[in-house]
């Protein structure tokens, strides 16, 4: 009778120069056979750090470097992938210990979600991670070993520093063995110390609490609320706002870069409208309103419909024959909005309204939008970008004139 399998993962980190890093993609990863001998030097390194005791449990080994955001993932997709390619590699049989090196075969892997991102400016911390496999009760021994003396005791050994070396080609700074937890633990550290505190909450949330609602608010006056692997977020417009285009521009600046950063790490982000009812106290009634307003996945802007007091409709204009696009430019942040004046041939303003980038590319989706609704209709468009954001009145509202 077949038991049931468990795995416990750890990583060999391997930090190299910063600059490098920005400069270059990781190292492709390596083939089958470079993989076995990469593959036992760490399990050398892992029954002389751990003891004999190891031997008790296979070892998965991926022979590639990824970054940290794609290891530490709401329901740990790596960990999952490395026990079944174990459980795959018994074939039906009974457990045995054995080590399993994973190569790419011409620079790609089988099964291609085992395949790293390379993406650039990966690093300076590259992980090859790996899972100790074994049925649960001898796993529970190993997981207890690793997490309080792998990161104290994990000096790799001078064989493992040499072998780094030559078949990624690569200068580490420094080696280490860390658990999973101790990843998420240095990850907490290093958001802190960034002033992402509130990211981290978020991630932790994602990938420990999933079924819980998390709400967590910034000093800036960012609202995020975690649920089940997404996290949502009410998008405002400079109107709704109501403040200083300074403080707009820190409160959107921190919205972007937090949505990146979720996303880096597989949580998905879905931004919504902000009804009053989102920012209620209450975490049920928050998240029920963000989730009925949530705006849809491929939506990459937003459009503001506040419009001047003689407009019949939202965009629709039959006698608009100018169209006027004002970029509103941010030094930190590039286009945060389009304002779009509608004018009739003499002149006359018809309305007025503001389209918001929610991606990198909803600048360029708002612009080919603008064209083809210029084109449909017959009018004159043109993109003013004056390299700054126009306001008028206070509290500071968007204008194109």
Same mark, same amino acid.
Not at 260 to 278: N, Q, R, S, Y
């Given at each position: 009778?077949?038991?049931?399998?468990?795995?416990?993962?750890?990583?060999?980190?391997?930090?190299?120069?910063?600059?490098?890093?920005?400069?270059?993609?990781?190292?492709?990863?390596?083939?089958?056979?470079?993989?076995?001998?990469?593959?036992?030097?760490?399990?050398?390194?892992?029954?002389?750090?751990?003891?004999?005791?190891?031997?008790?449990?296979?070892?998965?080994?991926?022979?590639?470097?990824? =970054?940290?955001?794609? %290891? @530490?993932?709401?329901? $740990?997709?790596?960990?999952?992938?490395?026990? !079944?390619?174990? +459980?795959? /590699?018994?074939?039906?049989?009974?457990?045995?210990?054995?080590?399993?090196?994973?190569?790419?075969?011409?620079?790609?892997?089988?099964?291609?979600?085992?395949?790293?991102?390379?993406?650039?400016?990966? =690093?300076?911390?590259? %992980? @090859?991670?790996?899972? $100790?496999?074994?049925?649960?009760?001898?796993? !529970?021994?190993? +997981?207890? /070993?690793?997490?309080?003396?792998?990161?104290?005791?994990?000096?790799?050994?001078?064989?493992?520093?040499?072998?780094?070396?030559?078949?990624?080609?690569?200068?580490?700074?420094?080696?280490?063995?860390?658990?999973?937890?101790? %990843?998420?633990?240095?990850?907490?550290?290093?958001?802190?110390?960034?002033?992402?505190?509130?990211?981290? /909450?978020?991630?932790?949330?994602?990938?420990?609490?999933?079924?819980?609602?998390?709400?967590?608010?910034?000093?800036?006056?960012?609202?995020?609320?975690?649920?089940?692997?997404?996290?949502?977020?009410?998008?405002?417009?400079?109107?709704?706002?109501?403040?200083?285009?300074?403080?707009?521009?820190?409160?959107?600046?921190?919205?972007?870069?937090?949505?990146?950063?979720?996303?880096?790490?597989?949580?998905?982000?879905?931004?919504?409208?902000?009804?009053?009812?989102?920012?209620?106290?209450?975490?049920?009634?928050?998240?029920?309103?963000?989730?009925?307003?949530?705006?849809?996945?491929?939506?990459?802007?937003?459009?503001?419909?506040?419009?001047?007091?003689?407009?019949?409709?939202?965009?629709?204009?039959?006698?608009?024959?100018?169209?006027?696009?004002?970029?509103?430019?941010?030094?930190?942040?590039?286009?945060?909005?389009?304002?779009?004046?509608?004018?009739?041939?003499?002149?006359?303003?018809?309305?007025?309204?503001?389209?918001?980038?929610?991606?990198?590319?909803?600048?360029?989706?708002?612009?080919?939008?603008?064209?083809?609704?210029?084109?449909?209709?017959?009018?004159?468009?043109?993109?003013?970008?004056?390299?700054?954001?126009?306001?008028?009145?206070?509290?500071?509202?968007?204008?194109?004139?």
């Amino acid at each position: 009778m077949n038991v049931a399998l468990s795995a416990t993962p750890a990583a060999l980190a391997v930090e190299i120069d910063p600059s490098i890093a920005l400069q270059n993609l990781p190292p492709e990863p390596l083939n089958r056979e470079s993989a076995e001998i990469l593959a036992n030097v760490i399990a050398d390194d892992l029954r002389r750090i751990l003891g004999d005791e190891v031997m008790q449990a296979g070892i998965v080994v991926p022979a590639a470097l990824y =970054g940290i955001t794609e %290891l @530490i993932r709401p329901g $740990l997709p790596m960990v999952e992938l490395m026990l !079944d390619l174990y +459980r795959g /590699s018994l074939r039906g049989g009974l457990f045995e210990p054995q080590l399993l090196a994973l190569g790419s075969a011409a620079g790609r892997f089988a099964p291609p979600a085992l395949a790293p991102q390379r993406a650039p400016g990966t =690093g300076p911390l590259l %992980l @090859i991670p790996f899972s $100790l496999v074994a049925p649960g009760p001898k796993i !529970d021994a190993i +997981r207890q /070993s690793i997490e309080s003396d792998l990161l104290e005791k994990g000096k790799p050994a001078l064989l493992t520093d040499r072998t780094i070396r030559q078949l990624f080609g690569i200068e580490p700074l420094n080696l280490t063995y860390a658990s999973f937890n101790d %990843l998420s633990a240095m990850l907490k550290v290093q958001l802190d110390y960034v002033g992402f505190g509130a990211l981290w /909450s978020l991630l932790e949330a994602s990938l420990y609490r999933p079924d819980e609602i998390t709400i967590q608010k910034t000093d800036l006056r960012n609202l995020f609320i975690a649920h089940a692997g997404q996290v949502f977020s009410p998008f405002l417009t400079l109107d709704q706002w109501a403040d200083s285009v300074e403080s707009y521009e820190q409160w959107l600046k921190m919205q972007r870069q937090t949505m990146a950063m979720l996303k880096a790490h597989g949580v998905e982000f879905i931004e919504c409208t902000a009804p009053d009812g989102i920012f209620a106290e209450n975490v049920e009634v928050a998240l029920s309103v963000a989730q009925a307003h949530a705006m849809a996945n491929d939506q990459s802007f937003f459009e503001e419909r506040s419009a001047t007091d003689n407009t019949t409709g939202p965009i629709d204009q039959p006698n608009a024959s100018h169209i006027l696009l004002t970029e509103q430019w941010s030094d930190d942040l590039g286009p945060i909005a389009y304002t779009i004046t509608l004018q009739t041939e003499n002149g006359e303003v018809l309305a007025q309204l503001n389209d918001y980038p929610l991606r990198p590319d909803g600048a360029q989706d708002i612009l080919q939008t603008w064209e083809k609704y210029a084109a449909a209709h017959d009018a004159e468009l043109n993109v003013m970008k004056p390299k700054r954001i126009l306001t008028a009145g206070n509290p500071p509202k968007l204008t194109g004139r």
